[in-house]
């Protein structure tokens, strides 16, 4: 049992064969897939998708790259996507200093408000962060996620932490932002990369969270891991970055995929 927490089967690269590559996710040992949203168009695109295939959610939400071209109109429709049912998150959101396609000003204000429509809809926020660690985090701060009220939303982690219900994507800051995060009440992601030779960091990051703590994803189309490198990355592949996991953590395969997927059914509250 899988749970692929991101990917973006909306993604137009998957417009000739996403029939197909939907079979072989119901053939896998992939019993889930967070199906996520990066501009309103991709975002309606996830929710059909969840309402096709049992085993799809939905995010809904703009990317940074894409926020210049949002508005108080598109966010009120985000608003009314988000309340429709398998719309487990808002995400991604957040800020890209790397590409720096959409003003920094602009990615910032969007951001800001589609937290606070997180927050008013009381849904998990999948965030975004490319070399933007400290601007992320202060306004998440700012914002209000890790405050009481939003905290006394969710029920605890499993080992008496409160729970933000924020997930920090792709995670590939270093172990100390890391530590900061889940004592906030974070979870973090892992994604292909940390199958790659040059993963340093997100195998210190890996080897110093505890599991608990912990999803995976493919982040496809992009992102695919080893052994599959240079290819369209597709959701069946997430088990490569487990098999990646169970050998850093030095425990089972079937562990580590069943704790992350036990994990991101409870963080995206998905009961069924
Ligand atoms: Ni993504």
């Known amino acids: 049992m899988l749970f692929d927490s991101h990917a973006h089967i909306n993604d137009e690269r998957f417009d000739f064969d996403r029939e197909k590559i939907c ?18 168009e991709s975002s309606v695109k996830a929710v059909e998708d ?3 295939y049992s085993w ?6 703009c ?9 108080e109109e598109t966010l009120l429709l985000f608003k009314g996507l988000a309340k429709k049912t398998k719309v487990k998150a808002i995400g991604e959101i957040g800020l890209d200093y790397h590409y720096d396609h959409s003003d920094r000003d602009i990615q910032k204000h969007w951001f800001r408000e589609q937290i606070q429509l997180a927050l008013q809809l009381k849904l998990p926020i999948i965030i975004h962060d490319r070399e933007a660690n400290d601007d992320v985090l202060r306004i998440l701060k700012e914002e209000g996620v890790f405050d009481t009220a939003r905290l006394q939303c969710f029920p605890k982690k499993p080992c008496g932490l409160a729970d933000a ?3 920090l994507h792709c995670y590939s800051g270093s172990r100390e932002l890391a530590e900061q995060y889940v004592k906030l009440g974070a979870t973090i992601s892992i994604a292909g990369p940390v199958t790659y030779k040059n993963a ?7 080897k110093a969270i505890a599991l608990e703590h912990l999803l995976i994803e493919t982040d496809s189309p ?20 487990a098999e990646k996991i169970a050998e850093l953590k ?20 998905i009961t069924e």
């Not at 990317?63 to 508005?71: A, E, N, R």
């Not at 991101?264 to 509250?269: G, I, S, T, V």
């Open 23 to 40: 079979k072989q996710i119901e053939e896998s040992p992939v019993s889930y897939v967070m199906d996520v949203g990066f501009d309103f």
């Open 250 to 269: 030095e425990v089972s395969y079937e562990e580590v995929a069943q704790i992350t997927c036990e994990n991101a059914k409870r963080f995206f509250d």
């Open 165 to 167: 219900r924020l997930l």
């Open 56 to 61: 799809c959610y939905a995010a809904v939400g």
């Open 50 to 52: 969840a309402g096709k």
């Open 222 to 241: 992009y992102l695919t891991p080893e052994p599959f490198r240079g290819k369209r990355n597709q959701p069946t592949y997430v088990m490569h970055t």
């Open 63 to 71: 990317h940074p790259h894409d926020t210049k071209d949002m508005d």
């Open 200 to 206: 340093r960091k997100t195998v210190e990051v890996v």
